[in-house]
């Protein structure tokens, strides 16, 4: 008889999940249960969608149920798994239209339930014009908050990813935009330097930044949101609050089938993204990971990570042998027209994690120097001060910086030290690189600063 696999969570994780079973599987009956209406979206996209730069709603959804269907996966929309029977492999399932409940069995069962916005508990967060950004509801309702009160001027809680891209595309709308953020500074998971040249940047570009003072009510006129009061008792005059100081991974369903939860808060795997239950997966932001450099259990919630890990829960939970090895942290953004790239261990994660940096900063050009439309690029480039191993980069400019993080990054993966990339043959023609990548250059002054205390 064939097996069943009910996927729980249909987004990034769970649909690559579901397509990867099934076609690795094709005699699994594969059962897709989604709270959502809309299943496979992109949350990375919705900043740009409120920016207008994506123009249609439908371009954020990568795959409807019935193209999933049509794969031959039984897609449930609008369904809730309220709990598990982890003995008896059973799922309770909450039709959230007609409430009722009913049960599934499973053989195998994939969680890629996600992870939610954290909204801090603060007076006013209810008032019309308090938004977060995640799911499709959540940017319908953003968007409707634009088009409704037009605002005037924003307010943003938090200065991570979502803040500054979200001000970039407010301040790209006319809207004057304040971050706040409650930290010493912006973008505190990078090095203190580098934030810095966030933070200039986005003054440079007309967006106001408060740092190191936390929001402590939202104030309301008529239903709507009007200011924001801080911990200094000021107040800040908005028509509308972005609240993104961070998300949380949804485990309430798994804690409560008693599956162990890992020391970052999400869902303890194994490599092959096993639970501590062998038949029952996770993968996606409710997930752990294990950190490459460090070994170390790490919470690295990330659409291309989901996207990796449900490919192999999927293979796995359909009968499979792939492995998921493990995180670097690598991720890039926007910041106004200034690109942000980051993989591995930061100079202070480094030193946090006991290991000993050796740092080199230096600025340089994505193109050859002469040529036409060369830009600017900050290269902050880490490598062990014994041996040489490279244990990170933060790459800032406007010029081009993904070329340049992935090099480091691959790096990271083959364990390569300062001295393997100062040799390095990368590809150059004056339209593409300088002469000698800035990578190369700075491997080059870490090479020669190795091993000498
Ligand atoms: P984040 O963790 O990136 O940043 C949250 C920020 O809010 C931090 O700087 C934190 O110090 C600050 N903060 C916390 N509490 C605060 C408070 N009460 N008042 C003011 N500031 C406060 O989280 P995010 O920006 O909400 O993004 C959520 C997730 O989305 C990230 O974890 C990331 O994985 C993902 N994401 C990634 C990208 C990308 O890689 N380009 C883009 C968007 C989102």
Redesign the pocket.
Known sequence: MAIRIIVVGGVAAGAKAAGRCKRFNPEAEVILIQDEREISYT??GQ?YYIGGIITERRELIIQSPEELRSKGIDVHTGCRAESIDVEARKVSVCDLQEKTLSELTFDRLILATG?K??V?P?PGTEFYGVVT??SIAELDLFKSVLDKLKPRHAVI?????????VAENLAGLGISVTI????DR????MDPEMSQQIHQHLLDHGIELITGI??TEIVGLDGCVSAVRMDNGREINAQLVVV????SPNISLAVAAGLMIGSSGAIAVNERMQTSVDYIYAAG?CAESIHRLTGKPVW????DIANLQGRVAGENAGGGHARFPGVLGT????AVNLNVAITGLTEQAASSAGMTPLAVTLDARDKARYYPGAKSVTVKLLADKVTGKLLGAQIIGVGAVDKSIDIVATGLLGGLTCRDIEYADFAYAPPYSPVLSPIIVAAGILAKRVGKN
């Open positions: 949350a990375c900043p992870a916005p954290i801090p603060m950004l995640r809680l938090g200065s991570g990813y979502i803040g500054i891209e706040l953020e409650k930290m912006i973008m505190p998971r936390g929001a993104a100081v961070g998300i932001d690295n919630p990330l659409g991720s890039i953004f926007k």
